[in-house]
């Protein structure tokens, strides 16, 4: 995996879903540690899903000092994102999808996304979804993976880089504590068990 140049990406710039303005990547983890959550598409019924995971840790990243950052690569589905309430953090949009860039989160095309968005990985992800009431939708970039991005507070290090393979994967919450080295009484979603077209939680 290539090395992250912190001060190279802190550079980039991010625009405030809540204020419009645009802000320096490094100013997220200036003053306390992040957690940076990349998604694919806010319309994504899987990226959904996995923001509402990721959630789950806010109180006690909160509590620990930690910031909690939503990043998307596009405006299109934002609002539908924000009312349906998925992601406890603060959000941003990366328009020009240079951070994606830089972090490696790559691209599908037209022929490779349609059987990683098949995959089993990513049924089971989108039934667990599904149960919970989750949906989405196919609006906006489709082509575009995501990850996730941990940072010691004032850039210090990158405490975990995480780059989608399929677009099913997601850092287990487990991982994402450890990588910041505090504790936490939340249970993961348990994923839902498939046979074909019939799944149970």
């Not at 923001?51 to 690569?73: F, I, N, T």
């Not at 349609?114 to 970039?141: E, H, L, T, W, Y």
Request: hydrophobic share 40%; glycine share 10%.
């Amino acid at each position: 995996m290539a090395k992250i140049d912190l001060d190279k990406i802190g550079k980039n710039l991010l625009k405030s879903a809540e204020t419009g303005e645009n802000v320096e990547l490094q100013s997220l983890w200036q003053d306390q540690p992040a957690v940076l959550f990349f998604l694919r598409r806010f319309g994504c019924q899987v990226c959904r899903w996995m923001a509402l995971e990721v959630s789950k840790l806010e109180p006690d990243l909160r509590a620990s000092g930690v910031a909690l950052v939503g990043v998307g690569p596009e405006e299109l589905g934002l609002k539908e994102f924000k009312e349906g309430e998925y992601f406890k953090g603060s959000i941003y949009m990366d328009v020009e999808k240079k951070t994606y860039k830089d972090l490696g989160f790559k691209r599908y095309t037209a022929i490779s996304v349609v059987p990683a968005a098949m995959a089993k990985k990513v049924r089971d992800v989108a039934a667990k979804a599904k149960a919970g009431g989750i949906q989405g939708n196919f609006s906006g970039d489709l082509l575009q993976s995501g990850g996730m991005l941990i940072v010691a507070k004032g850039g210090e290090k990158v405490l975990l880089h995480f780059i989608q393979d399929s677009p099913g994967d997601h850092v287990p919450l487990e991982d994402i504590t450890k990588a910041l080295g505090i504790s936490t009484q939340v249970k993961a979603g348990e994923k839902p068990v498939c046979n074909d077209d019939v799944c149970t939680r």
